[in-house]
């Protein structure tokens, strides 16, 4: 089992950036594949970005492709997520998942196993 503990959300203008952290405890992070979700006020949750256990692949949701990137680092157990030219649509609750898996280089977009309580993020336009 794994717990996930995001961190770095906060208020930002409209164009500015945040990253976000996410650090998981134990000492098999390399064996889960990592993704970031967010949940806005009256939405369902939503698909942000997706890294495979080796860091090698990486996936993202329309919305957010070409301004955020996930990277992780297994020797840290963290998952990041950079977001870049932030808009007040990316307003949400951003939470990390986990899942493991044997394969190093498989993504998931949904079916993650663990979730961290999540961390918010407002962009003010």
């Known amino acids: 089992q794994v717990q996930l503990i995001e961190s770095g959300g906060g208020l930002v203008q409209a164009g500015g950036s945040l990253r976000l952290s996410c650090a998981a405890s134990g000492r098999t992070f390399s064996t889960y594949a990592m993704g970031w979700f967010r949940q806005a006020p009256g939405k369902e949750r939503e698909f942000v970005a997706t890294i495979s256990r080796s860091g090698g692949r990486t996936s993202y949701g329309d919305s957010v492709k070409g301004r955020f990137t996930i990277a992780r680092d297994n020797a840290k157990n963290t998952v990041y997520l950079q977001m870049n030219s932030l808009k007040p649509e990316d307003t949400a609750v951003y939470f990390c998942?986990?899942?493991?898996?044997?394969?190093?280089?498989?993504?998931?977009?949904?079916?993650?196993?663990?979730w961290g309580k999540g961390t918010l993020v407002t962009v003010s336009s």
């Open positions: 998942a986990a899942r493991s898996t044997v394969y190093t280089d498989l993504i998931y977009y949904s079916d993650m196993e663990y």
